[in-house]
């Protein structure tokens, strides 16, 4: 390799080549641009201000007497091959202020750069193993006065940290706008920290140091102070050291570590935190904490806590010593205990405190305040103490010690059913509350007056005697109310600003042994009346469910679509405005329905045969269950629907809807239009009777049925008669059969039928088919009737029928009813 040397007498721009080059510039002036390039370079500024670039390769850098520049980039520590550089840079002062600046171009993630004065070689592929070693010249005891990291990052590169440290001399470090770590070393540094959450060390020499913008860290070898040491800082580690050193906060949130001595650490105003969950002070400490919401992790029952309560703060200790300790006292001014190992016993002073168990078997005392006691996931046993106290349990064997007399005391859980007659509870205990989202989770009060609080899923909540109060939160829970003294609060739904009623929410009932009224209480929906004694339920605007006893009980609906069931007396229901339904449990119920549109369309259902005759108020009657029974209508429109037995359905005279349900029905429809709904079955054979009952009466409404199934329903169309058209138009008149729509179906008629041969109508013997028509109807036993392309078949069961089938009926004729007798009926 070419060693190529360069003497400069001026000032000049010098670029190496790719030798070992040597470069020498004799200028008083200075100012002279110079890089070494390839190779193992010398080079040697003049005595003025240079600029040193290094190279590739184990350079030597001297600046000369002047103020110069070294400037190290990172990047250039690659071959063109891609080959690391092994070799290492010495940069060795000679005199003036100099600067090294340190630079990477980042084209690649994840690096870290270390450098400092070990000496290593610089590898900026390997993270926390890269170094540049700054060596002053022991002959002329130079100084290394400022070293810089600039960092310029390409689009789509990530930085991670860097570090740079200096040696014994007064060394200036300035780091960079990202996360960097600095260490002066010896002498008296002076160390900037710019932006990013830097670590800067401190106490080699009388160090300078701020942290500049971000969340910076002290690592301290003696005494630091931040109101006064340093400025920009929010935390300080204590080094280790040979001595037990102080640490200082400030008026700012500050995190304040020990070393494995007795240390000092002062938190001042603030919500500090004193050690950490790894890094506890070992030593035996001394603490204090100030004003704040201070945190402080203590492994020794011989460290030393001050609080001042008077500061103010809610102060906390979380406890992991490293031997087992059998009792910690939470000490004057701290509010909050953290078990969180090697404690069994943690005791609470008379502040209001809130202690925390671990996974052990822990007993936790609460001392004189209102305290909260949770005792984490082992089997726990507490002990109150004076004061209003929460209990927070998980498993129903927890034991807890509370002395009647000693203030108004909670259990609460998150996991099991509380019950506060629970014997290892003593009885002593007050109120019961649900937390967490779980469902089915109940509470159970005592003889006392206990206040129950439900959590946000379906609970139910029993005071078990007293004068209690019961909330039940969100779900669909259940109040058991045993006195009107007891007190219910629900969470309040969202109500229709028109209407008054519910538009979402959540359902709830009230089980009472009292009379009971919801008229007050709008975010409850429903009652059921329980002991056996009669009583009265009543209502709100809500669509309520009232549910009585065994006794005679007094129903009373008021607004809404209320439900409202008897139970096994003879009770009396009132459903008031809305479509109400009276569930039945016998027919000897009383039912106070008044008359008027207001008043809703109503239902009964009932197990057993049914009339509304004496309901002429209640429109609706269902049958449910398996029992075979009946309902009848009344002389309005009804809707009668069957169970799954065979029922007989009578609509009367009105506009009717019968529904015949899963057996084998009889559905007589009565006077009116009624519309008929048969169930499709191959096993239930269903009867339609028209007219039924009416003898020779006129049915002059039309009737729809569905559901007709082939060759199972049956037509029964007892003593009706069925005239011919009166209009041309199918669909039009009453009589047209074809209208039935009714294919493979069976009609039925009380007598036996004599057949005639088909008449064949033309507008020619028109006059002679009807007088033919006129003489044959016999005490009204003859139907003419229309087939068009359906099959259909006649079922008789009497001796004097004749069946007339009428040929040539079209749009063009037409036969008057007007000529057959005036009992002629016509149905659709």
């Not at 390039?37 to 184990?58: M, V, W």
Request: hydrophobic share 35%.
């Amino acid at each position: 390799m070419v060693t190529t040397r360069f003497y400069v007498n001026k000032i000049a721009t010098v670029y190496g080549g790719l030798g070992n080059d040597k470069i020498f510039v004799n200028n008083a002036s200075g100012g002279s641009w110079l890089e070494g390039g390839l190779g193992n370079d010398s080079i040697e500024g003049g005595a003025g201000p240079d600029t040193i670039f290094s190279g590739y390769g184990n350079d030597t850098l001297k600046g000369g007497a002047g103020n110069d520049a070294y400037v190290v980039t990172f990047d250039n520590f690659y071959t063109d091959d891609g080959e690391k550089d092994t070799g290492y840079d010495t940069i060795v002062d000679t005199g003036g202020v100099d600067t090294i600046y340190f630079i990477r171009d980042y084209k690649e993630d994840g690096r870290d750069d270390d450098v400092g004065a070990d000496g290593k070689e610089l590898d900026p592929t390997v993270k926390s193993n890269d170094y540049f070693a700054v060596m002053p010249n022991g002959i002329e005891n130079g100084v290394l006065d400022s070293t810089v990291f600039v960092h310029r990052l390409d689009i789509g590169g990530t930085y991670t940290v860097a570090t740079l440290v200096g040696n014994s001399s007064p060394n200036v470090l300035t780091g960079s706008d990202w996360y960097d770590v600095l260490d002066g070393a010896g002498g008296n540094d002076t160390i900037y920290g710019l932006e990013g959450n830097d670590i800067i060390y401190f106490g080699e020499g009388n160090d300078k140091i701020d942290g500049g913008a971000g969340e910076d860290w002290v690592y301290s070898r003696k005494d630091f102070n931040l109101n006064k040491d340093g400025v920009n800082f929010e935390n300080i580690d204590l080094l280790e050291y040979s001595t037990a050193i102080t640490a200082i906060g400030d008026n700012f949130d500050n995190i304040l570590v020990g070393n494995s001595f007795n240390n000092k650490l002062i938190g001042l105003a603030g919500n500090d935190v004193f050690g950490s969950e790894k890094d506890k002070a070992t030593g035996t400490d001394k603490m204090t904490g100030g004003a704040g919401d201070d945190l402080y992790y203590v492994d020794s029952t011989d460290d030393e806590i001050i609080e001042i309560a008077t500061t103010g703060g809610n102060d906390t200790i979380r406890y992991a010593g490293t031997i087992a300790t059998t009792t910690y006292i939470l000490p004057t001014g701290v509010e909050n205990l953290v078990m969180v190992s090697n404690l069994i016993h943690g005791v609470g002073n008379n502040l209001n405190n809130k202690i925390t168990g671990s996974s052990a078997a822990n007993t936790i005392e609460g001392g004189y305040g209102d305290d909260y006691l949770d005792g984490g996931s082992g089997i726990d046993t507490f002990v109150g103490g004076y004061g209003d106290d929460t209990y927070v349990v998980d498993k129903i064997d927890e034991k807890i010690v509370e002395t009647e007399g000693q203030g108004s005391d909670w259990v609460q859980s998150s996991a099991v059913t509380l019950d506060l007659n629970n014997n290892n509870w003593g009885g002593s205990i007050e109120n019961a509350r649900l937390t967490g989202t779980t469902s089915l989770l109940n509470l159970f009060g005592s003889a006392v007056n206990n206040q129950l609080i439900g959590n946000s899923g379906s609970n139910l909540l029993d005071g078990k005697g007293g004068k209690d109060t019961l909330e039940g939160g969100l779900g669909d829970d259940i109040y058991v109310v045993d006195t009107i003294t007891d007190s219910l609060i629900e969470v309040v739904n969202s109500v229709d600003a028109t209407t008054g009623k519910i538009k979402a929410g959540w359902i709830d009932t009230i089980q009472s042994s009292v009379n009971f009224s919801l008229e007050e209480l709008l975010n409850f929906e429903n009652i059921t009346l329980t002991g056996t004694v009669a009583k009265t339920a009543t209502g709100n605007t809500n669509d309520n469910t009232l549910i009585g006893n065994d006794i005679a009980n007094t129903l009373y609906g008021l607004k809404g679509n209320d439900i409202l069931e008897g139970g096994g007396g003879v009770d009396t229901l009132v459903g008031g405005k809305g479509n109400d339904t009276y569930r039945l449990t016998t027919d000897g119920d009383i039912i106070n329905e008044l008359a008027g549109v207001d008043e809703g369309n109503d239902t009964i259902e009932i197990q057993t045969t049914y009339s509304l005759a004496a309901q002429k108020n209640v429109e609706n009657l269902t049958l449910i269950g398996t029992l075979v029974a009946n309902a009848t209508g009344t002389d309005i429109a009804n809707k009668l629907v069957g169970n799954s037995a065979a029922n007989i359905l009578t609509g009367l005279d009105g506009n009717d809807t019968l529904v015949g349900g899963e057996g084998a029905d009889t559905i007589i429809g009565g006077k009116g239009s009624d519309s008929i709904d048969l169930t499709e079955s191959a096993v239930s054979k269903d009867v339609v009777r028209i007219g039924a009952g009416e003898s020779d009466a006129s049915v002059t409404e039309a009737d729809t049925i569905a559901k007709f199934a082939m060759l199972y329903d049956t037509l029964d169309l007892v003593n009706t008669k069925i005239a011919s058209n009166t209009s041309s138009a199918d669909g039009i008149d009453k009589g047209v059969i074809e209208s039935h729509t009714i294919t493979n179906g069976i009609i039925k008629f009380d007598d036996a039928d004599t057949y005639v041969s088909a008449l064949s109508i033309s507008s020619t013997n028109l006059p002679s088919v009807l007088e033919y028509l006129k003489a044959n109807i016999i005490n009204d036993a003859t139907v003419a009737f229309v087939a068009g392309s359906d099959t259909w078949v006649f079922q008789d069961n009497g001796a004097t029928d004749t069946l007339v089938k009428l040929l040539g009926i079209s749009t063009a004729t037409s036969v008057s009813s007007g000529s057959f007798s005036s009992t002629a009926i016509h149905i659709a």
